[in-house]
């Protein structure tokens, strides 16, 4: 929640009013239709040093939709913005 917050509160900072709205509904969308096919997503190299199985869905080109597949259910551990440096991913996810 809070990786979705302080991206739509950056592009408000920006006065990217109408942008923050779209990419906060089409990652909640994409986060939704996980539950029909959670495997579609490819593995996060940058995260299998973890050894958790962490998937990911790109989203509008530069966001993954960090997540892990339990028995029956999703959960998503981060937000990332690939604008940022790869090396915060594993911080962010364990």
Do not use: W
């Not at 809070?2 to 986060?31: G, H, M, T, W």
């Amino acid at each position: 929640k809070q990786a979705l917050k302080d991206i739509c509160d950056y592009y408000r900072s920006i006065e990217y009013d109408s942008y923050a709205v779209k990419v906060r509904d089409i990652i909640l969308d994409k986060i939704k239709s996980l539950s029909e096919f959670a495997k579609r997503g490819q593995q996060e190299e940058m995260l299998k040093e973890l050894e958790q199985g962490h998937r990911y869905l790109l989203v509008e080109a530069h966001f993954k939709i960090i997540y892990l597949v339990e028995e029956k259910r999703v959960i998503v551990t981060d937000i990332f913005d690939t604008h940022l440096s790869p090396r915060k991913m594993p911080r962010r996810n364990k």
